[in-house]
């Protein structure tokens, strides 16, 4: 079945440090979301992205849609405390299973103030 | 605008029990899809409603059901539990389901004994 690589798996940095991390599959994506999950929570939504190329922030937070459909990379910068948690991707792909949303792992990101 | 709420929030049953979980979506959302989300398994999609229907589903097995009312409320049951269905079950919903955003619930944590 479709998978996704979600990298690194677990980063810890330094308060004002910037993040990168990133997903890619096996397959096009049509559709590329970005979720962060606090413990004992549901995951909320940071970036949806729709379009190969396109580039949207949300405050610290930019993500983007790769070229070739099968990758998304979020950045957050000047990292800070409240920034601790996990990090999901989540793509939707072109055919078959339209409202199926596909998880990566998680990347835990740990911040040291 | 109210988000989705799932209740219960917490919840222990026996080997063997059904278990019937419920999830409102947000106001004018018609789209609900249910998560599996476990430790080793990560987030796995159960099945998606759409106007009562069932649009998807994932690969679990048929003791797992829902669906979904005319107010767009949905339910999920798990009939015969086994120790493994341990987890945290995830609603979300969306407007069409199909390219849109999907915004969760904060899970129901599920832990059978």
């Known amino acids: 079945g479709q998978q996704l690589n979600q990298s690194p798996q677990s980063m810890f940095i330094q308060e004002g440090e910037d993040v990168s991390m990133n997903c890619t599959s096996s397959?096009?994506?049509?559709?590329w979301l970005w979720y962060k999950q606090d413990p004992g929570e549901g995951p909320v939504l940071l970036i949806a992205?729709?379009?190969?190329?396109e580039l949207t922030s949300n405050g610290r937070l930019t993500a983007q849609f790769g070229i070739t459909r099968k990758d998304s990379f979020l950045n957050i910068s000047a990292s800070i405390p409240s920034d601790v948690g996990i990090y999901f991707c989540a793509g939707r792909s072109l055919g078959g299973s339209q409202g199926n949303l596909i998880f990566g792992k998680g990347t835990k990101l740990s911040v040291k103030p | 605008k109210a988000g989705v709420t799932q209740t219960p929030r917490y919840l222990i049953k026996t080997r063997g029990q059904q278990v019937t979980l419920s999830c409102s979506p947000i106001?004018?959302?018609?789209?609900v899809s249910w998560y599996q989300q476990t430790p080793g398994q990560g987030l796995q999609f159960l099945f998606e409603?759409?106007?009562?229907?069932?649009?998807n589903k994932g690969n679990f097995p048929g003791r797992f059901s829902g669906r979904q009312f005319s107010n767009s409320r949905s339910e999920m049951n798990v009939s015969t539990l086994e120790l493994g269905d341990s987890a945290l079950y995830l609603c979300?919903?969306?407007?069409?389901?199909?390219?849109?955003?999907?915004?969760f619930g904060q899970g129901t944590r599920l832990t059978v004994v």
């Open positions: 397959s096009i994506f049509n559709t």
């Open positions: 992205l729709y379009k190969a190329g």
């Open positions: 106001s004018g959302h018609r789209s």
């Open positions: 409603y759409f106007s009562e229907t069932q649009r």
């Open positions: 979300a919903s969306s407007e069409q389901g199909r390219g849109t955003e999907a915004f």
